[in-house]
């Protein structure tokens, strides 16, 4: 296995074993979790001395995941995305199947 699919593999298991993950973005380092756990959500507020009031980022990788975790998408929101050449955050409201700790 190469190393960045060895980073990758070790990574995944980190995450699916409840703990959190340290990754590079296109501008800082995510700390990042299983985003369906709340004890591993509770792991990141208490490394960022963050409140539990104030609400953390959901990254989705496609269409599908998006419509399992909002029902109602505006058209709007797909037009930003489609038209965006970079990765791009649309703010959405009520969100499901997730940890019920990630949302202020």
Known sequence: MSDINQEV??????IQNGGIILYPTDTVWGIGCDATNEEAVK???TLKKRHESNSLLILVNGEKMMYNIFKDIPETAWQIIDLSENPTTVILDNPRNVASNIIA
């Open 9 to 14: 593999h070790n990574a995944y298991e980190v």
């Open 43 to 45: 792991k990141i507020y």
